[in-house]
């Protein structure tokens, strides 16, 4: 089944590259755009850093001291704790990312990764800003006004997850295991140039993502998508800055706006799924990751109108 999914979509997307070459030509554009100009200047230097942190094996040593913030709140340990904050500050999907990372490196259990996959994935303050709120949002939506929603519905699903799902399931038990084999690096020359190379690999990666989305939403756009709020939805489910940007020009209430903005943004989208699942190593389910982002989604919608009519 997977197999016929992929070839249809290959040749869906080749037709559409050879019928409507202009119109494909410009998605790419976009995509690459995105990537060089955005991705890799954001993304890039934080992938390297925290490649070397994770490698030194001293991310539990720096955190130690907030453990017991970290059991309260999150129910984490320091390791997964920085994975948190990496997913709170660069952005999707370096939570992920990170998260594989630790696990692979022996720093946190399969448990605590897969229970972190469910919320350490999260937009950048900077994108909330900048893009969400100004150029979609025109202003309508305050910046922190956003970010505190946003975080907030992070939170609410992590513990949603926490006492409900994962510790239903044994997942918090007292587990023991044994730090994973991995080559060992003595020189600081040694950790840069791997941490350089799989940043690289990374940013790689997800623009090779980004392009075929983008190639896929103006696809999908031209033939089977109408040009009305259901079908803006559906595009950004696939690919979240393109439904985003097309959210802008639509005459709605503000309300409305923000509603749909906000349930694409928490929930992430299809290519953001798809970038996860390819940067988180085999042995972690990505299955709690998805529901996680639709519940997410959804809190986050409660959230706003709450908010909005609070306010």
């Known amino acids: 089944m997977k197999k016929l999914l992929f070839t249809i979509f290959c040749i869906t ?13 410009k998605a790419a554009r976009e995509g690459l755009n995105l990537w060089l100009n955005v991705m890799i200047p954001t993304l890039l230097p934080f992938l390297i850093c925290t490649g070397i942190l994770v490698q030194t094996g001293l991310i539990s040593r720096l955190l130690a001291p907030f453990k017991t913030l970290w059991k309260i709140v999150f129910g984490i340990s320091p390791a997964g704790a920085y994975a948190v904050l990496v ?12 998260t594989s990372d630790l696990y692979e490196n022996g720093e946190i259990t399969q448990n605590e990764a897969e229970y972190l996959l469910t919320f350490v994935n999260q937009p950048s303050p900077v994108f909330v800003r900048t893009y969400l709120c100004q150029i979609c949002l025109n202003g309508s939506v305050p910046f922190c006004r956003m970010l505190l929603i ?10 949603f997850f926490r006492f409900i799902v994962f ?27 791997a941490s350089i190379m799989n940043g690289f690999e990374t940013i790689t990666r997800l623009g090779g993502y980004i392009l075929m989305f983008a190639i896929l939403s103006a696809c999908i756009s031209r033939w089977y998508i109408p040009h009305n709020v259901p079908g803006y939805l559906l595009t950004g489910i696939l690919e979240l800055t393109t439904g985003l940007y097309r959210l802008q020009p ?12 906000v349930f694409l943004t928490a929930s992430g989208g299809v290519c953001i799924a798809a970038q996860t699942r390819s940067l988180v190593t085999k042995e972690l389910s990505v299955r709690s990751y998805i529901v996680a982002k639709l519940l997410n989604g959804v809190i986050a919608v409660i959230l706003i109108l709450l908010v909005t009519k609070i306010v």
């Open 13 to 25: 997307q080749i037709g559409f590259i050879l019928v409507y070459p202009t119109e494909a030509l």
């Open 150 to 159: 946003l975080l907030v519905s992070e939170w609410m699903t992590a513990q």
């Open 167 to 193: 510790r239903k399931k044994n997942y918090f038990r007292e587990e023991t295991f044994t730090k994973k084999e991995t080559p060992v690096i003595s020189s600081p020359g040694a950790f840069l140039d």
């Open 87 to 98: 997913g709170m500050l660069c952005g999707y999907p370096m939570g992920a990312k990170t």
């Open 250 to 261: 639509l005459i709605l209430p503000d309300i409305i706006k923000s509603i749909l903005a």
